[in-house]
């Protein structure tokens, strides 16, 4: 479903990724690990278009995904989390969850302001549908709250829950259970799992929690310095002499 | 006034229930169309109670509202700017006047055609302008603002020069039994009540979630598909027309158009009464109408010298007592009255 291939961008003097390349079959789940700085988030800014590529390519269900203008990234069908939240503050829990419709709507803003009966029904249906993603995140209560003001784990809660209701074939998470405890990060695993069986979606994580990516992944994917030092299993993985060596070296 | 109460505490009782989850929404709703209808109400009332003067003072609040609501589209829920709002009101007000004067248009079709220009214009600027952010966008659109005047008197021909064009206000028919002001009132009062509802419609949509979404974060909004420059320039176009829809009601009400009448000041006038009235707010434009009609005078009555002193100084004392606006104000006194009343 995803090829990267040779996939290098820089930032001035900095090599933020360098020939990073590795696949994604449709109904995977991969974890992407790698110390800070590693490159992880600029390679989600590439994949949704946010950074341009220095060279290498990507192919998305066959087609050239650097082609594609970023606005357009949500109707491919992928969606993604933001590391330190990009959720909409002064909107309502809701309304942000509907944001993440917005590219499955078709209201212009003279058929939306005349509210005709086939913007009333389209409002209806998409309405009734994040509904459904809220009470499934266990988010209805909060619904009518302004996005600004609620607990972290909430937020990042509705951030998923914002990915989910677009409908997404590629859901892009990028370190979805920093910030949460022990409990937390436990049933966030939960929801995951079943999320992807419900949604039916193929999933790459972010995350430096190792008891978290190698519970939840089939396939770890290390970076360093902005190259690929491993991939394989978890259990592979952690064995690893390199990313062994990469996590040690940062935490000295 | 005991009408009113009781509206209260029956939305405050309505209430009660959901205290402890999110605040009853449906209830709020309700409450807020309730305010509406009164005022509404009110509003077809007040025409025959006032003396024609102030009749006229009100319709000029409407006009100046239907252009801040348009605005407010533009400032308060895309978090874009303009300083040069007052352009295209003027432009509304002297397509309605050529109209009238030079085409003989009967009025009521003057008012699309002067929509339709101030959006085209908007839409032409905005292309452009709406790929800057800030203080680049600021002096842009103050920008226009400011040629604007000079371009007006150049055509001498079509605008009637420094000299402007006086023109037939709109006559009442005879069935309505009603004066001239009246009348005019009565159409200044349709059309912001049209504006508002298209208004109100657009941003409880698809739309204006797309704005809101562009305000509180760009970067988001576009991930989520919102294509950003198409939303920015739209919002701009159609708060043009919202402006350019003013601007034609007030040439049916004064009667008369002059460059003098749209300086760079009524652009600035516009947005202060904007951001006084409450930006993002429902109630926003109308307050704001208030402040662009009234306060300038009240302002040259207590110190004829320096008006511009004393109307900054209102500004500044409003925004200190009321820093989300006037709305915000009038929202914290309703929840702290609706709190009162539930506590009995
Ligand atoms: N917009 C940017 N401008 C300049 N440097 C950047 C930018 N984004 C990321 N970088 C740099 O690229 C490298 C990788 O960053 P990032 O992808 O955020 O790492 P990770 O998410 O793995 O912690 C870092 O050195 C970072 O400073
Ligand atoms: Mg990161």
Redesign the pocket.
Same mark, same amino acid.
């Given at each position: 479903m995803l090829e990267v291939h040779e996939l290098t961008?820089r930032?001035?003097g900095?090599t933020? #990724?360098d020939g990073v390349g590795f696949s994604v079959q449709h109904g995977e789940m991969v974890g992407l690990i !790698?110390?800070?700085?590693?490159?992880?988030?600029? #390679?989600f800014?590439c994949l949704t278009r946010r950074?341009d590529a220095d060279g290498g390519t990507v192919r998305y269900e066959g087609g050239n995904l650097l082609a594609v203008p970023p606005h357009a990234i949500a109707a491919l069908g992928i969606a993604r989390t933001f590391?330190n939240l990009g959720l909409f503050p002064r909107m309502s829990v809701r309304d942000n969850v509907l944001v993440g419709a917005h590219h499955r709507g078709e209201a212009g803003f003279l058929r939306a302001g005349l509210g005709l009966p086939r913007v009333r029904a389209e409002e209806r249906r998409l309405r009734a549908e994040a509904d459904r993603v809220l009470e499934r995140l266990g988010l209805a209560e909060v619904a009518g709250h302004l996005a600004a003001g609620l607990p972290f784990g909430t937020l990042k809660r509705v951030e998923l829950a914002r990915a989910l209701v677009g409908r997404p074939k590629l859901l892009l998470l990028?370190e979805p259970v920093n910030g949460l405890n022990s409990a937390e990060v436990e049933e966030f695993a939960g929801t995951l799992r079943a999320i992807r069986d419900e949604f039916d979606v193929t999933v790459v994580v972010?995350e430096h929690h190792m008891g978290f990516v190698m519970g939840i992944c089939e396939r770890i994917v290390c #970076?360093d310095f !902005?190259r690929k030092i491993a991939e394989g299993p978890p259990a592979e993985v952690q064995r690893d002499p390199g990313v062994i060596a990469a996590y040690l070296g940062t935490s000295a | 006034m005991s009408g009113s109460t009781e509206v209260t505490s029956k939305a405050a009782s309505a209430e009660t229930p959901g205290r402890g989850r999110a605040p009853g929404r449906a209830a709020t709703v309700r409450w807020r169309w309730i305010v509406a209808a009164l005022l509404l109400a009110a509003a077809c009332y007040a025409p025959f109670q006032l003396v024609p003067f102030h009749v006229f003072q009100l319709s000029m609040v409407l006009v100046y509202a239907v252009a801040l609501l348009g605005l407010n589209l533009l400032v308060g829920h895309a978090g874009q700017i303009s300083l040069g709002h007052g352009a295209f009101f003027a432009v509304g007000a002297y397509t309605a006047a050529i109209l009238l004067q030079r085409v003989e248009l009967p009025y009521p079709l003057t008012l699309p055609v002067a929509a339709a220009v101030a959006f085209v214009l908007g839409l032409a600027l905005g292309l452009p302008a709406m790929r800057l952010r800030g203080l680049y966008l600021a002096l842009v659109t103050l920008a226009i603002a400011i040629f604007l005047v000079p371009l007006l008197k150049r055509f001498e021909p079509l605008t009637g020069g420094s000299m402007g064009l006086t023109l037939a206000k709109p006559a009442p028919p005879a069935w309505t039994g009603l004066a001239e002001d009246q009348w005019l009132y009565f159409l200044a009062l349709a059309v912001a009540v049209a504006a508002f509802l298209l208004a109100h419609s657009l941003l409880r949509s698809r739309v204006g979630r797309a704005l809101h979404a562009i305000r509180d974060n760009e970067a988001a909004a576009e991930v989520m598909g919102v294509r950003l420059s198409f939303y920015k320039t739209l919002a701009f176009a159609w708060s043009a027309m919202f402006a350019g829809a003013a601007g034609c009601v007030y040439t049916w009400v004064i009667g008369f158009v002059s460059p003098d009448s749209f300086v760079v000041t009524l652009s600035i006038t516009l947005l202060a009464g904007l951001v006084v009235g409450g930006l993002g707010s429902f109630s926003g434009p109308i307050l704001g109408g208030l402040f662009v009609m009234f306060v300038p005078g009240i302002a040259q009555d207590v110190n004829d010298a320096a008006p511009g002193v004393i109307f900054g100084l209102l500004i500044i004392a409003v925004m200190y007592v009321a820093p989300t606006g006037l709305a915000g104000l009038a929202g914290r006194v309703t929840r702290s009255i609706q709190k009162i009343l539930r506590k009995e």
């Amino acid at each position: 479903m995803l090829e990267v291939h040779e996939l290098t961008v820089r930032f001035g003097g900095i090599t933020a #990724l360098d020939g990073v390349g590795f696949s994604v079959q449709h109904g995977e789940m991969v974890g992407l690990i !790698g110390p800070n700085g590693a490159g992880k988030t600029t #390679l989600f800014n590439c994949l949704t278009r946010r950074y341009d590529a220095d060279g290498g390519t990507v192919r998305y269900e066959g087609g050239n995904l650097l082609a594609v203008p970023p606005h357009a990234i949500a109707a491919l069908g992928i969606a993604r989390t933001f590391q330190n939240l990009g959720l909409f503050p002064r909107m309502s829990v809701r309304d942000n969850v509907l944001v993440g419709a917005h590219h499955r709507g078709e209201a212009g803003f003279l058929r939306a302001g005349l509210g005709l009966p086939r913007v009333r029904a389209e409002e209806r249906r998409l309405r009734a549908e994040a509904d459904r993603v809220l009470e499934r995140l266990g988010l209805a209560e909060v619904a009518g709250h302004l996005a600004a003001g609620l607990p972290f784990g909430t937020l990042k809660r509705v951030e998923l829950a914002r990915a989910l209701v677009g409908r997404p074939k590629l859901l892009l998470l990028d370190e979805p259970v920093n910030g949460l405890n022990s409990a937390e990060v436990e049933e966030f695993a939960g929801t995951l799992r079943a999320i992807r069986d419900e949604f039916d979606v193929t999933v790459v994580v972010v995350e430096h929690h190792m008891g978290f990516v190698m519970g939840i992944c089939e396939r770890i994917v290390c #970076l360093d310095f !902005g190259r690929k030092i491993a991939e394989g299993p978890p259990a592979e993985v952690q064995r690893d002499p390199g990313v062994i060596a990469a996590y040690l070296g940062t935490s000295a | 006034m005991s009408g009113s109460t009781e509206v209260t505490s029956k939305a405050a009782s309505a209430e009660t229930p959901g205290r402890g989850r999110a605040p009853g929404r449906a209830a709020t709703v309700r409450w807020r169309w309730i305010v509406a209808a009164l005022l509404l109400a009110a509003a077809c009332y007040a025409p025959f109670q006032l003396v024609p003067f102030h009749v006229f003072q009100l319709s000029m609040v409407l006009v100046y509202a239907v252009a801040l609501l348009g605005l407010n589209l533009l400032v308060g829920h895309a978090g874009q700017i303009s300083l040069g709002h007052g352009a295209f009101f003027a432009v509304g007000a002297y397509t309605a006047a050529i109209l009238l004067q030079r085409v003989e248009l009967p009025y009521p079709l003057t008012l699309p055609v002067a929509a339709a220009v101030a959006f085209v214009l908007g839409l032409a600027l905005g292309l452009p302008a709406m790929r800057l952010r800030g203080l680049y966008l600021a002096l842009v659109t103050l920008a226009i603002a400011i040629f604007l005047v000079p371009l007006l008197k150049r055509f001498e021909p079509l605008t009637g020069g420094s000299m402007g064009l006086t023109l037939a206000k709109p006559a009442p028919p005879a069935w309505t039994g009603l004066a001239e002001d009246q009348w005019l009132y009565f159409l200044a009062l349709a059309v912001a009540v049209a504006a508002f509802l298209l208004a109100h419609s657009l941003l409880r949509s698809r739309v204006g979630r797309a704005l809101h979404a562009i305000r509180d974060n760009e970067a988001a909004a576009e991930v989520m598909g919102v294509r950003l420059s198409f939303y920015k320039t739209l919002a701009f176009a159609w708060s043009a027309m919202f402006a350019g829809a003013a601007g034609c009601v007030y040439t049916w009400v004064i009667g008369f158009v002059s460059p003098d009448s749209f300086v760079v000041t009524l652009s600035i006038t516009l947005l202060a009464g904007l951001v006084v009235g409450g930006l993002g707010s429902f109630s926003g434009p109308i307050l704001g109408g208030l402040f662009v009609m009234f306060v300038p005078g009240i302002a040259q009555d207590v110190n004829d010298a320096a008006p511009g002193v004393i109307f900054g100084l209102l500004i500044i004392a409003v925004m200190y007592v009321a820093p989300t606006g006037l709305a915000g104000l009038a929202g914290r006194v309703t929840r702290s009255i609706q709190k009162i009343l539930r506590k009995e």
